[in-house]
C-alpha cells in the first residue's frame, strides 16, 4: 500500500527566505506527482504536476524534483512571501486518476 | 468558468442524525470524486464517478454511507446515521476526460457532529 509522508509537518519563517518542503513514497511505481496548496476554508489547487518521466517542474518561484528511485520530492520556495502561508499537500499517483496524498506541512512566512 | 461547488459550507448536527452533502462538477467533467479529510490529514478518495458508474467505492463504508450522481452531472453524498468519527472536511473534485490527473476541488463541507 503506498504511503506519503511530509517533513516537516509545520514550519515557520521570516520573509525572503528560501525553503525547502520534503515528501517521500514507499512504491516508486508512480504515475505522477503533485504538490497541492491548500488555504484555510478553501479547496486544493494543484501547483506542479512532475511526471513519472520527468525530474523536476518549475513555475515562478517554485520548483518541486522528483527522484523516483529513492521515493522523494522536494518543493523549493525561493524568497518566500507571507501570501505563501497555507498548508503544502504532496500526492502521487498510482494510475491515471487515483492520487495518495501525504498529511501536509503547514507552512507560515512571518511579515 | 466556474469552479467546484459544493454545499453546505458547514454543517452542524448532533449524532444519529442523517446528513447530505451536494456537489456539483466543473461544466464537462465526466469523472468526480467525494473525499473525506480529516483534522491534519490529506484527502483519502471515499469514491469515484465515471459519469453516472461508481467505478471506485471501496474506501466508502457503506453501512452508513451512499452516494449518488443521477444523470452523471451533480452528486450527493449522505451520512445516515451519522456519528461523532464522522465529523471532518468532505471535499469534491472532478477532472475532463482527457486529463485524468488534473483535479480541481471545491472548497469542501465542514462538518461536526456533536
Known amino acids: 500500500k503506498q504511503e506519503v509522508t511530509q517533513i516537516p509537518a509545520a514550519l515557520s519563517v521570516p520573509e525572503g527566505e528560501n525553503l525547502v518542503l520534503n515528501c517521500s513514497f514507499t512504491d516508486s511505481a508512480i504515475y505522477n506527482l503533485q504538490w497541492f496548496r491548500q488555504d484555510p476554508g478553501k479547496g486544493l489547487t494543484s501547483l506542479l504536476l512532475?511526471?513519472?518521466?520527468?525530474r523536476e517542474q518549475t513555475s515562478g518561484r517554485l520548483n518541486a524534483s522528483l527522484d523516483k528511485s529513492s521515493g522523494r520530492s522536494t518543493l523549493y520556495i525561493a524568497a518566500s512571501q507571507p501570501g505563501d502561508s497555507a498548508t503544502y499537500l504532496c500526492?502521487?499517483?498510482?494510475?491515471?486518476?487515483?492520487?495518495?496524498f501525504g498529511a501536509g506541512t503547514i507552512l507560515r512566512v512571518k511579515s | 468558468e466556474a469552479g467546484v461547488v459544493q454545499s453546505p459550507r458547514y454543517k452542524i448536527i448532533e449524532k444519529k442524525q442523517p446528513v447530505a452533502f451536494w456537489c456539483n462538477p466543473i461544466?464537462?467533467?465526466?469523472?468526480l470524486y467525494w473525499y473525506l479529510q480529516n483534522l491534519g490529514q490529506g484527502p483519502e478518495l471515499l469514491i469515484r464517478y465515471e459519469n453516472e458508474e461508481a467505478v471506485d467505492d471501496s474506501q466508502l463504508p457503506k453501512d452508513r454511507f451512499s452516494a449518488e450522481r443521477l444523470k452523471g452531472v451533480d452528486s450527493t453524498l449522505k451520512i445516515q446515521p451519522a456519528e461523532l468519527g464522522d465529523s471532518a472536511v468532505y471535499l469534491c473534485?472532478?477532472?475532463?476526460?482527457?486529463?485524468?490527473?488534473?483535479?480541481?476541488f471545491g472548497p469542501g463541507t465542514r462538518l461536526t457532529v456533536t
Open positions: 512532475i511526471q513519472s518521466s520527468q
Open positions: 473534485a472532478s477532472s475532463p476526460r482527457d486529463r485524468p490527473y488534473e483535479q480541481y
Open positions: 461544466s464537462g467533467h465526466n469523472t
Open positions: 500526492a502521487v499517483s498510482p494510475y491515471g486518476n487515483k492520487l495518495v
